[in-house]
Nanobody, 117 residues
Framework: QVQIVESGGGLVEPGGSLTLSCAASGFIFRNYDIRWFRQPPGKARELVAVIDSAGSRSYGDSVKGRFTISRDNAESTSTLVMTSLTPSDTAVYYC???????????WGQGTRVTVSS
């Protein structure tokens, strides 16, 4: 059974940092691109960061230089380190696993991040 579970969300002050984690099971993690999305209140879901199966990383313009995505294939986990947070980073953050080869995608349930003083 496929499972993706995010953790690490919470309340943080502007300028602070937070690390989100994604734990996956039930599929061959190393074969999947791992993507982090976020959905701010009242807005559409947006792509934040990607690390593909080869380890190449890319980021959305709004988080470039502040967020770092990584993966550990041995542990089937991904981490999103977020720094210099601003209120505009407030959102529910979702971990997604996508295989372009078999066109399968799996989602976690999300973890809420609130940036506020």
């Amino acid at each position: 059974q496929v499972q993706i579970v995010e953790s690490g969300g919470g309340l943080v002050e502007p300028g602070g940092s937070l690390t989100l984690s994604c734990a996956a099971s039930g599929f061959i993690f190393r074969n999947y691109d791992i993507r982090w999305f976020r959905q701010p209140p009242g807005k559409a879901r947006e792509l934040v960061a990607v690390i593909d199966s080869a380890g190449s990383r890319s980021y959305g313009d709004s988080v470039k230089g502040r967020f770092t995505i990584s993966r550990d294939n041995a542990e089937s986990t991904s981490t999103l380190v977020m720094t210099s947070l601003t209120p505009s980073d407030t959102a529910v953050y979702y971990c997604n696993a996508y295989s372009p080869i078999v066109d399968l995608t799996y989602w976690g349930q999300g973890t809420r991040v609130t940036v506020s003083s």
